[in-house]
């Protein structure tokens, strides 16, 4: 089973490019990182209560614990990739072209060449995958400098006066907040007497299109406990973004939030009780070691399977690695559009992430840094997604 994620933005619509049919995709506007993207500073970030409180959610101590490991083993993985990147600039610059090389040699060509090759896409300008490098180094760099959980010291968190303090400050809406089930309210309606609509207590407004929110759409599924469509997808995490600029007021109208007050609220990111559920059946497998290892096993993929084996190892800390990216303080990437027609259907999984290479979308950062994580690991990642453990003497080549 795989797993679907999204970025609930609030201002998404502005955020939809779209190119009229029968140009050349040209991929530009928020599409592509502009240094207005560069992360922020330092992010801080804590855990709302039904992450930890028995009895609410999914709530309690193996759960608390098992979200703040799987942040740190995210935030861990960003920076081996800073680390492992800094190595590889110039291996993988050598390599090209040279057919004459040590396995290991091999497998950082094959790396490289997987992710960092040329793409249609640019980062800041840039289309060299030597800049890209340099310019993808940022992102992770920043991700693995996250700080928190904040108040963690008697389990006060989100309630912490560490955590107040930030809340007092105007930058606050570049932190993030992670939720283990959506916080949902109801208000009446602004203008239409006896009506109610769903309220995000999390960013604290009126949710004014239900039947298009994300959120609502988790919720539903978290109360009837009915997870899972007819193909076995749900929406991973949600990350919901209070502001883009820190200017715009207007949107929020009916929230009773006093003006100025919205870059008080940190970001939410909503992680699906299914998702927690699942990782608690698999024992808190966080760094994944079991799922590396029933995906080598795997079968080659075939052409039309749409989920490969190393997608098969994505579970909780590459699904918060992945919404890491989507925060304002670490790019406030989106999934997608890739071109005409498009829409983000090719924002998420391997297949789609090798094929185009696109270094500006939080499912490229969480598979780089996945790559080169399984790389260090003498790990082979083929193209097809599959994996070969080149580390065992027995299928050494
Ligand atoms: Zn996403």
Redesign the pocket.
């Known amino acids: 089973m795989r797993l679907g ?3 609930l933005v609030l201002w998404s619509t502005t955020l939809v490019q779209t190119t009229p049919l029968g140009n050349p995709p040209k991929i530009d506007g928020e599409h592509n990182l502009t240094s207005r993207d560069l992360p922020t500073g330092t992010v801080r970030w804590t855990l709302h209560k039904t992450c930890y409180q028995q009895g609410l959610a999914e709530g309690g101590d193996e759960l608390r614990d098992a979200v703040i490991k799987s942040v740190n083993a995210a935030k861990d993985r960003s920076k081996l990739a800073v680390d492992t990147l800094n190595v590889w600039r110039d291996k993988c610059h050598s390599v090209f072209g040279n057919d004459r090389l040590k396995p290991e040699e091999q497998r950082v060509k094959k790396a490289c060449q997987l992710l960092l090759g040329d793409s249609k896409y640019t980062l800041l300008g840039k289309t060299a995958w030597k800049d890209k490098i340099d310019i993808v180094k940022v992102w992770l760099e920043a991700a693995s400098k996250i700080d928190g959980p904040k108040g963690q010291t008697n389990n006060e968190f989100e309630n912490s006066k560490e955590w107040q303090d930030l809340a007092a400050q105007d930058d606050h809406w570049l932190n993030f907040i992670i939720y283990c089930a959506p916080d949902l309210g109801e208000r009446n309606h602004p203008s239409r007497p006896g009506q109610k609509l769903p309220y995000d207590n999390g960013q604290l407004r009126l949710i004014r299109e239900p039947d298009l929110s994300a959120l609502v759409k988790m919720n539903k599924e978290y109360e009837a406990k009915a997870f899972e469509d007819s193909e076995g997808k749900f929406t991973a ?1 949600i ?1 919901e973004l209070s502001k883009a600029t820190g200017d715009d007021e207007t949107e929020n109208s009916g929230t009773h939030i006093p003006k100025g007050d919205r870059k008080k609220i940190p970001c939410s990111i909503t992680i699906h009780p299914h998702m927690l559920r699942q990782t608690r059946d698999r024992e808190f497998n966080i760094k994944g070691e079991d799922d590396i290892k029933a995906a080598i096993k795997m079968d080659k993929p075939k052409k039309e399977d749409k989920f490969t084996p190393i997608d098969k190892v994505v579970g909780l800390t590459e699904t918060i690695h ?2 890491f990216f ?1 925060t304002p303080g670490l790019g406030r990437m ?2 997608g559009p890739l071109g005409p027609g498009l829409g983000n259907s090719e ?2 999984d391997w297949k789609n992430i090798v094929k185009n290479k696109d270094p500006t ?3 490229y950062f969480m598979f780089l840094a996945l790559l080169v994580d399984l790389t260090n690991k003498d790990i082979v990642v083929n193209e097809d997604g599959s994996l070969m453990d080149k580390s065992a003497p027995a299928s050494a080549s």
């Open positions: 994620r999204l970025a995490a990350t992945h919404e989507h989106t999934d924002a998420y979308m939080p499912e």
